[in-house]
C-alpha cells in the first residue's frame, strides 16, 4: 500500500491540495488521507471552505509521498512552523516530497530546496528565491524525489505525474480520461506574460498581491 499524506494548515488554498486528491484517491493501491498539526476541521484562505485532517502530523512515523499545498499563511511562516517541521522530518521516508503553488515556500524554509530548481506561484519566485531555490515556470519540476507545481490548478498536473511514476503511464492515463481533465480554458490569461498590465493590476488589487 503506497501511502499518501495530504497536508492542511489553516489558510491552506483548497484547489491546490483538492487537485492532487482527486487524481490520487482511486488509484488501486494507494492510502490517501489528510494530515495536519490537530486532527479534525481545517478552514481554507477564504474562511469559506473547511476540510478535516484524519490524522495529525505527531502520529506519522513515514510516508510514501506528502504533498503540501500553498495558501495565504505562507508570507508569515518561519522555519518552526509545524508544517515545515513536518516536512523537514517526514523527508527523509519518502518517495517522493511535493508542493502546489506556494507550498514549495514550506519546502523552502525545510531546507530541501537549496540550489534546486523549483517553481511556485509566480508572484511568489523571489520569495522562493530568497530562500535558497532557483524558480522556475516550468508548470511541474522534478528534481529527484521532489516535485514541485506551479500556482493552483497545476496541481492536478502533478498528481498525474506523480501517478505515472508510481504506477505507470497507462493509469495516469486513465485517470486523466476518468476526471475528463481536458483543458480548454476560454481565455488565454494563464500567466503574467500573457495579459495586459490592466488585467494584472486588477489581479494585484484583488488579492493584495
Known amino acids: 500500500m503506497t501511502t499518501i499524506g495530504l497536508v492542511l494548515y489553516p489558510r491552506f488554498t483548497a484547489l491546490d491540495i483538492v487537485g492532487p486528491f482527486q487524481t490520487l484517491v482511486d488509484v488501486p493501491g494507494f492510502d490517501v488521507f489528510f494530515i495536519a498539526d490537530e486532527v ?7 474562511g469559506r471552505l473547511t476540510m478535516s485532517a484524519t490524522k495529525k ?9 506528502v504533498v503540501v499545498p500553498g495558501g495565504m499563511a505562507d508570507s508569515s511562516i518561519g522555519d518552526d512552523d ?11 521516508t519518502t518517495i517522493w516530497t511535493t508542493s ?5 515556500i514550506f519546502l523552502a524554509h525545510a531546507g530541501i530546496l537549496d540550489g534546486l530548481e523549483a517553481t511556485t506561484h509566480w508572484a511568489s ?3 522562493l528565491r530568497e530562500l535558497g531555490a532557483i524558480p522556475t515556470e516550468k508548470r511541474v519540476v522534478q528534481t529527484g ?3 514541485t ?5 497545476a496541481g492536478i498536473d502533478m498528481g498525474l505525474v506523480l501517478v505515472a511514476e508510481l504506477v505507470g503511464e497507462e493509469t495516469a492515463k486513465a485517470i486523466q480520461l476518468a476526471i ?3 483543458p480548454q480554458p476560454p481565455f488565454d490569461a494563464g500567466s503574467p506574460s500573457k495579459v495586459s498590465p490592466e488585467i494584472l493590476e486588477t489581479l494585484v488589487k484583488i488579492f493584495n498581491l
Open 149 to 153: 507545481a506551479a500556482g493552483v490548478s
Open 145 to 147: 524525489k521532489i516535485m
Open 125 to 127: 519566485y523571489d520569495r
Open 82 to 92: 509545524p508544517v515545515v517541521q513536518f516536512v523537514r522530518r517526514i523527508h527523509a
Open 100 to 104: 502546489v503553488c506556494t507550498g514549495s
Open 180 to 182: 475528463e481533465y481536458d
Open 40 to 46: 479534525g476541521p481545517v478552514e481554507d484562505h477564504t
Open 57 to 65: 502530523f505527531d502520529e506519522i512515523d513515514e510516508l510514501d509521498v
